[in-house]
């Protein structure tokens, strides 16, 4: 498989008239008959001398880190909205603190910060 796919890859440069020695770079999303430790693309352009770096695709690693990152997400709002609302529910004090620079930020006054249960779709601070 990757010898072919080296073949139609050498091939496609020489049709398009692109030198091979200028070739720096691969680019993929990882798969194994591309750049693989045997028998891929990549070691069969390396013992061809071409001298390339191996790149494995930004945008695939960045998709697969947000995927596990979202797998957390719900669990981690859930917790910071419900102990937010315990940190500034229980004292007077944190609720002013709180309360300035929300009024800079939206121009409005605040109501009370809501529990876990009264949320509200994605508006957790309501405006009078």
């Not at 073949?7 to 020489?14: I, P, W």
């Not at 998709?63 to 719900?74: E, Y």
């Not at 109501?111 to 779709?121: F, M």
Request: aromatic share 8%; with cysteine; charged share 20%.
């Amino acid at each position: 498989m990757a010898q072919k796919l080296y073949d139609k890859v050498m091939e496609c440069l020489a049709k398009d008239g692109l030198s091979v020695s200028n070739l720096v770079g691969l680019g993929s999303d990882g798969a194994s008959a591309i750049v693989g430790r045997h028998n891929s693309v990549a070691t069969l352009m390396q013992e061809a001398q071409l001298g390339i770096v191996l790149f494995r695709c930004i945008c695939h690693s960045l998709h697969l880190a947000a995927s596990k990152a979202s797998a957390i997400m719900p669990t981690a709002l859930e917790f910071l909205i419900r102990e937010s609302h315990k940190w500034f529910s229980t004292s007077p004090k944190r609720s002013l603190t709180y309360k300035e620079p929300y009024q800079v930020m939206e121009g409005k006054m605040l109501k009370k910060i809501p529990g876990h249960s009264e949320l509200d779709g994605w508006h957790v601070w309501k405006p009078l």
